[in-house]
């Protein structure tokens, strides 16, 4: 265990407020909570999305040690959902340790915490350090500033499914496995990868990771839209990565299912998996 998850887990509580923070971070996490800053783009808002709001901020400490990251706080929204049991920048705080330590990039985790009153939750906050230089795998589909870079892009998609299989190895479901989540920086050849907003993770038993092995890969091909011949490159490069476990049926019936892929199982709905290469 890092000393950083020994840490969350000593200040963690389901039934009253608490905080937890890096070294040197602790001031500025005060000063946070005391005086949030305003919701409005010059003042580094970045994104807004289902009650979530993130900034992307500069401060220095006493010791004028200067840190550069993005603040996250939500809500509690259906406050009833998190009674007794961990919010969902709590969650997504030690799905960064948990990744880290399992060799996959995300950005160092500062801050996070709850803030409740008896046992409800009523907002809760993540502070990581942000990731200069980068964008987000939105860039690569179809429509984006990067689609038509074919090496660049071929590259962005290996380095993930390949991080992506080595979680699943470890019995993880991502279940939210979208392009935008995934930030990326450096040209062909010298792609960097970095994995963010990961609180819907979670550990899955082994009979369920064939059925989580399938939805996070039919999230990513669904999203970047690429030929057919490029998603069966990259699906038999991904189970080529799996250690253990692979897929029931190899590379054939794992191809079928994506394409067959239904969210439920009498649903009518088809997906459409593949497209234009630019």
Known sequence: MTDSMAQLDRCERRFASWEF???GFAGILSELLSSPPPARKEEGLINVSSGKYVWHLRRRNRDAEEFDFAWKT???KTPWRY???PSLTT???RNYLRFAALGIPTPRVLAAGDIRTCFILRQCFIATAFVPGSDDGRAFMPGGPKRG???LRREFCRKNLELLAKIHDAGIFHKAFHPRNLLWRGGAGTVEVFWIDVARCRAVPA????RAVLVDLHVFFRDMRLTAAELTELAEFYLSCRRSGGYPGGREQL???LYGFRRRRFSRRRYILT????
């Open 21 to 23: 923070a890096v070294p």
């Open 74 to 76: 939500n809500p509690g």
């Open 83 to 85: 009674i007794l049991r």
């Open 91 to 93: 969650r997504e705080a």
């Open 149 to 151: 870079e074919t090496a």
């Open 207 to 210: 009979r369920r990771l064939p």
């Open 255 to 257: 191809i079928a299912d």
């Open 275 to 278: 497209g234009e290469t630019a």
